[in-house]
């Protein structure tokens, strides 16, 4: 009797190593599809837990600055990992499962800080994934704190962990964590400028507006300003809106409405410069058919070059080009 052997060790590690690629490759594909649809900060954050939990992980969490998100940008102890930070997203694939890390148990929306030697605010520091060790006698048995870094600016912390009877996390499990984080912190920066310059947009939209209800001699005017998109219940796309009140010579009022075309600061800026335009003009005490056509070409050369293009020589001719015309 012959017997045959043939070591298939090798064969299945490679078969096993095959198929991790191919589930890390589709869980890429998914954040990358996922991730970043919205340019709300703790939306963005879910879409990443959403993506990694179950697929990837047990429980999951991710803290911001809390500076970062007021607007600051370089909140106090951003560099050494002791500044305040926001829990902003949480999910668990285990039911009533809570994460507590390192520390007692925070809940979403607490502002919070971690210790100075904790491996949490040493990732922070280092912008370096770290292991968190397991508690004792607790459902968590790995845990892996990663840093999320965009445009080389640490902006929060996101924390994977995986219970008892789950397979620890390796090294490419380590690899995969920090892109994931990466392409969050991307598109959660790029949500934290966009607020930022709406804010700023807002509030220099609001200054240039009449405060309350304007007063004129002789009239009683009553006004609302409402954004677009105000009944939706969602956040207003700022845009180039004006209204004044204007007391001229001679007991009269301008009532003045306007509209700039696009949206966010430059929209505002551009409004700005056409309210003050408008004011100047009609404190001449030129007609409002006048007014408007001063103001047409103010308007037009807010986006225009310095100057005016020289128009060529023909060709073939040793002439130079002609002077513009004057206006």
Known sequence: MAWLGTDI???????????????NLALLNEAGAR????????????????????????LATVDLYQGLLAGDETPPGLADGSAE?????????????PFHGTGEQIEVGSVHHYPFNSPCADALRTARPRTV???????????????????????????????????????????????????AAVCIDNARLYR?????????????????DPEA???DIACRYLPGNAATGRPSEVGGDWFDVIELPGHRT???VGDVMGRGLRAAVA??????????????????????????????GLGAPAGPPRPSAPAGSSRPPAPPAAP
Do not use: W, Y
């Open 133 to 183: 060790p397991a508690e004792d006698g607790g459902l968590v048995q790995s845990t892996l704190a990663v840093p999320m870094v965009a445009q080389d600016t640490v902006v929060g912390l996101v924390q994977f962990a995986r219970t008892k009877g789950s397979e620890p996390f390796g090294d490419r499990d380590r690899d995969l964590a920090v892109e994931l984080a990466a392409r």
């Open 217 to 219: 001699s002789g009239l």
């Open 271 to 300: 409004m700005g410069e056409l309210r003050t335009a408008v004011r100047t003009l009609a404190q001449l005490d030129l007609e409002p058919a006048e007014v408007l056509s001063q103001l047409d070409e103010i308007a037009r």
């Open 85 to 97: 930070l926001r829990r902003v997203a949480f999910s668990s694939a285990v039911s009533d499962a």
């Open 35 to 58: 991730i970043g649809n919205s340019l709300d900060l703790e939306t963005t954050a879910r879409q990443l837990l959403d993506v990694v939990v179950p697929g990837f992980c047990d």
């Open 9 to 23: 060790t090798a064969r299945r590690a490679a078969a096993r190593e095959a198929a991790a690629a191919r589930r």
């Open 196 to 212: 930022r310059e709406h804010e700023r947009a807002l509030i220099l939209q609001r200054s240039l507006l009449p405060p309350g």
């Open 254 to 256: 301008a009532l003045v």
